[in-house]
């Protein structure tokens, strides 16, 4: 009996101090996030200083791009980036230069954590997925492959953030001198919201979506593989203890941008035009075939091509594209810089998604 009532007491305390042991990892998870977890939350915080500091400093383009892509055909005001450049800023001052950048900025945090998030996974599901059906566990992805991967992470990553995206087009395209003005991403969305419905937040989005599967998906891809060659081939000494040098790093991600952007631009210059439409104001902007000041309708990004096409010619698909190609190599510079410092700071070793 004796013998029975210690195995009893030792039973219970060992039980006792199971339930305490249990309790405290709850508590510690409760408590303190995961690695993975904590991993996410400092790439999206590196990720989103990069970005907002890079898209900043080349703000100035990218609405001169902006403005180019749904400038009045028939009324044109400038050519060339620097001939648009000294435009906006003898009309709008400083300010002109960086309208709409506030917008743009606001989104780069959550689009820069969902691609590179989506990036992540996608590669995984589809590296697993081809070693299956190859039956070699150390098959790597190709590039195909890794275009496939980041098609879908853009993708994504655009749907999520794609009224953002559309309210900063019309925060950039407005000037002073427009009859109706939009005092800031909350306001613009409301207006949208109001006088067009929730669809026309998503005006634009199928040549968007259409256009990001081989802006993002060659991104990465030609990115990815460019670096992967130059490690295995080393060829003129680029490659110093199995690493490639800040230089080296910024040729190749301005090689994959300028290939993605130059192949996608002219979905760019559509999904633009269709976002401007229903917006009655945008008749100061952009006028329509020449007969009338009215705006552009268009029934769908097929007619919207077409329209354009027709009407401008063939090279108003291309409009803005040598100031969004003077920003790519300083924008991805500035963001892979910037990117460095921050994970130095944070103390974790990372990729540069964007």
């Excluded at 029975?4 to 039980?15: F, I, N």
């Excluded at 900043?56 to 383009?61: G, H, K, S, Y």
């Excluded at 633009?272 to 104001?281: F, I």
């Excluded at 020449?290 to 097929?302: D, F, I, L, Q, T």
């Amino acid at each position: 009996m004796a013998s029975e009532d210690v195995k009893t007491s030792e039973s219970a305390v060992s039980t006792i101090v199971n339930l305490a042991e249990e309790a405290k990892l709850a508590r510690e998870g409760v408590k303190a996030p995961g690695p993975a977890l904590l991993s996410i939350c400092k790439s999206l915080v590196a990720g989103g200083v990069a970005g907002g500091v890079s898209r900043t400093a080349v703000a100035p383009l990218e609405r001169l791009k902006i403005l180019l892509q749904v400038q009045n055909p028939h009324s044109i005001k400038y050519n060339g980036t620097i001939q648009g450049l000294k435009y906006i800023w003898r009309t709008e001052g400083l300010r002109g230069m960086f309208k709409g950048n506030g917008t743009n900025c606001a989104r780069i945090v959550p689009n820069s954590a969902v691609k590179f998030f989506s990036y992540e996974e996608a590669s995984k599901g589809i590296l697993w997925f081809y070693r299956q059906q190859t039956g070699n566990d150390d098959a790597q992805l190709t590039p195909l492959l890794r275009l496939g991967a980041g098609a879908c992470a853009g993708i994504i990553a655009m749907s999520a953030t794609y009224p953002m995206d559309m309210v900063r087009g019309r925060l950039t395209v407005q000037t002073d001198k427009s009859p109706r003005q939009y005092r800031g991403i909350a306001h613009a969305l409301s207006t949208v919201l109001k006088e067009e419905g929730p669809r026309a937040l998503y005006k634009g989005w199928l040549p968007s979506v259409i256009g990001v599967i081989p802006y993002v998906g060659l991104n990465f891809s030609v990115y990815e593989s460019l670096k992967d060659w130059l490690l295995k081939t080393n060829p003129f000494g680029l490659v110093e203890d199995n690493e490639l040098g800040v230089t080296t790093r910024l040729a190749c991600g301005a090689a994959a941008g300028t290939v993605g952007q130059t192949v996608a631009y002219p979905l760019d210059v559509i999904r633009r035009r269709m976002q401007m439409v229903g917006w009655k104001d945008a008749a100061s902007v952009v006028t329509g075939d020449g007969r009338s000041k009215a705006s552009h309708e268009y029934s769908g990004m097929v007619d919207a091509f077409r329209k354009t096409v027709r009407h401008e010619g063939f090279g108003a698909l291309y409009k803005g594209l040598v100031p969004n190609s003077v920003k790519v190599v300083p924008s991805i510079a500035i963001a892979f810089v910037t990117y460095e410092m921050v994970k130095d700071v944070l103390g974790v070793e990372m990729r540069i998604s964007d």
